[in-house]
């Protein structure tokens, strides 16, 4: 019996400021992101889920979306 697998994809909204590059305002962000989520405060998230139902015709799991 074959498993199903799901791909969820979780979008957090964080607000840097004082930063001059892309690359800074990534990193940034995602301090800002780990500092939340250590001190439990609300972060503005969306969440979207599908279905794969084959892997080789779905865009990649891993990788960076800008």
Do not use: H
């Not at 840097?16 to 503005?44: F, I, R, W, Y």
């Not at 279905?51 to 865009?59: L, M």
């Amino acid at each position: 019996m074959e498993t199903t697998q799901w791909l969820v994809t979780l979008t957090f909204r964080v607000t840097v400021n004082g930063v001059m590059s892309k690359d800074d305002s990534v990193e940034a962000g995602l301090e800002q992101l780990k500092m939340g989520l250590c001190s439990g405060g609300d972060l503005p998230m969306e969440a979207s889920v599908r279905r794969i139902t084959n892997i080789v015709e779905e865009e990649p799991v891993f990788g960076v979306k800008w």
